[in-house]
């Protein structure tokens, strides 16, 4: 059977694609410019060679366009924007989003305009996203490295495209957002795990989550601790992509999946906390026997 050209099916969609050398781009008609596409398919080695990562401007403040960084400045003034409320309804203090690579001016403009699609062009992203990932074939993809479903009408966006890719992909997310949780419960090739559980968030420093594991295991919860950020994660050859993060635990054996905070500035598992550090990967050894 002949392959159908990528050309063909982003057409289909109604969307304009082309190759510029080694780069594959499409025509973003919402700000009249060729842009790369939208889901980055291996780029973080921490989900896997094969899978898309799919993020946004996080926080959840309204920003004047002169607070902004000039890259995301000319964002705006693409849009005829001069403000913009940030996509995470319940950002919450020390969250992860705020550290890293999701400061680096190049990414904050792209998530920016992300959002930017999403709050004000959905139809037109809707097309775009399902184009890329029927034209790439991308198998797996997690929603929202940044960011959070803001609204019930991206939410659902979200739902039509993995009910229209059950048979090809796995999409995989972390939210916090409560009619998120509700609109995409029972969708069987999305998986989600909540961020905050009945003792406080779902990541922390050792101390943090061997106090969550232990009051929550006490109230009579199954609780599962994700090996990312240990030697077992390595032992065990575990990415994202494989384990999914816990998310098939969460959906068959347990009621929360927990996880340690990732390597920041101000904190790095077991460096000052060795004692919790061993005994959190004590419990996560058990749980793979």
């Given at each position: ?23 594959e ?11 790369n ?125 993995a009910?229209?890719f ?9 939210t ?7 609109i ?31 009051k ?18 390595k ?16 959906r ?38």
């Amino acid at each position: 059977m002949a392959r159908i050209p990528k050309t063909d099916i982003y057409a289909k969609h109604g969307i304009e694609f082309k190759k510029d050398g080694n780069k594959e781009l499409i025509y973003c008609n919402p700000i009249d410019k060729w842009i790369n596409k939208l889901i980055p398919v291996g780029t973080n080695t921490k989900i896997g060679k094969k899978a898309g990562t799919w993020s946004m401007t996080h926080g959840n403040e309204t920003v004047n366009i002169i607070d902004m960084h000039v890259k995301m400045q000319e964002i705006m003034k693409l849009v005829n924007l001069t403000e913009i409320t940030f996509s995470c309804p319940i950002h919450c203090d020390d969250c992860y989003c705020d550290n890293g690579c999701f400061n680096f001016p190049d990414n904050k403009a792209k998530n920016l305009l992300k959002l930017i699609l999403a709050k004000y062009f959905l139809e037109w992203l809707e097309r775009a996203l399902t184009a890329q990932i029927e034209a790439d074939k991308i198998t797996q993809i997690r929603i929202h490295a940044a960011g959070d479903f803001f609204s019930i009408e991206y939410t659902m966006m979200w739902k039509r495209i993995a009910n229209r890719f059950e048979k090809q992909t796995i999409f995989w997310t972390y939210t916090k957002v409560e009619f998120a949780l509700d609109i995409l419960k029972d969708i069987p090739n999305l998986l989600i795990v909540p961020s905050i559980t009945a003792c406080g968030f779902n990541f922390g420093t050792c101390k943090e989550l061997l106090y969550r594991y232990n009051k929550l295991t006490k109230l009579g919860y199954r609780v599962h601790i994700c090996a990312c950020g240990t030697p077992i994660e390595k032992e065990l050859d575990i990415h994202c992509c494989t384990c999914l993060h816990g998310c098939k635990a969460i959906r068959k054996e347990c009621d929360y999946v927990l996880f340690i905070k990732h390597s920041t500035n101000d904190y790095k598992a077991g460096e000052k906390d060795p004692d919790e550090f061993a005994k959190i990967c004590e419990i996560i050894a058990n749980q793979n026997n």
